[in-house]
T-cell receptor, first 109, second 117 residues
Framework: AQRVTQPEKLLSVFKGAPVELKCNYSYSGSPELFWYVQYSRQRLQLLLRHISRESIKGFTADLNKGETSFHLKKPFAQEEDSAMYYCALKADSNYQLIWGAGTKLIIKP | GAVVSQHPSWVICKSGTSVKIECRSLDFQATTMFWYRQFPKQSLMLMATSNEGSKATYEQGVEKDKFLINHASLTLSTLTVTSAHPEDSSFYIC?????????????FGEGSRLTVL
């Protein structure tokens, strides 16, 4: 079954501390994974995708097929990083996404 | 970038009435749009996939007669909540992908908050 698991509903860290938001997936094919972010009172937007192997706003995520994970990391958290983060898996050619439950990240000053 | 707009952003209605929510892709064409429901402090729940020129595909457990979806053009999909009841109160979000891009990225509307009294 196709599934995306984000085990942490809430993650709270101090400003300047490293951040890791966990995401594990279950998919029989070759996965395409994304991280979306929703800042307060704003729409969901793409943060990064594993295919492009990019770093956005200091965040990176590496696809680990052995561990079926796509954890989101940032070495030094900033207050503006506080938001809801969703991990998503592209399920088929229709671009339907399978969503994780989301992790609320709070950066304490 | 591609922009998706929803209207209204906020609507209050009486129980038993119907409410229509529009989702427009402003600067691109979208043959496929997705409708989600988001409960407070919960993840997105895909309700249906809206296909331009054909019937929508509903997820299991979503009543198609309750949530009518019409995708009449390449830039507009509508969700009509028929005979709304308080339990239909929720945040409804649509998304679409830009056919010009082959990135898998979905562009989201700002959401529509429905409150049924």
């Amino acid at each position: 079954a196709q599934r995306v698991t984000q085990p942490e509903k809430l993650l709270s860290v101090f400003k300047g501390a490293p951040v890791e938001l966990k995401c594990n997936y279950s998919y029989s094919g070759s996965p395409e994974l994304f991280w979306y972010v929703q800042y307060s009172r704003q729409r969901l937007q793409l943060l990064l995708r594993h295919i492009s192997r990019e770093s956005i706003k200091g965040f990176t995520a590496d696809l680990n097929k052995g561990e079926t994970s796509f954890h989101l990391k940032k070495p030094f958290a900033q207050e503006e990083d506080s938001a809801m983060y969703y991990c998503a898996l592209k399920a088929d050619s229709n671009y339907q996404l399978i969503w994780g439950a989301g992790t609320k990240l709070i950066i304490k000053p | 970038g591609a922009v998706v707009s929803q209207h209204p952003s906020w609507v209050i209605c009486k129980s038993g009435t119907s409410v229509k929510i529009e989702c427009r892709s402003l600067d691109f064409q979208a043959t496929t749009m997705f409708w989600y429901r988001q409960f407070p402090k919960q993840s997105l729940m895909l309700m249906a996939t809206s296909n331009e020129g054909s019937k929508a595909t509903y997820e299991q457990g979503v009543e198609k007669d309750k949530f009518l979806i019409n995708h009449a053009s390449l830039t507009l999909s509508t969700l009509t909540v028929t005979s709304a009841h308080p339990e239909d109160s929720s945040f409804y979000i649509c998304s679409a992908r830009d056919l010009r891009k082959n990135t898998g990225e979905l562009f989201f509307g700002e959401g529509s908050r429905l409150t049924v009294l």
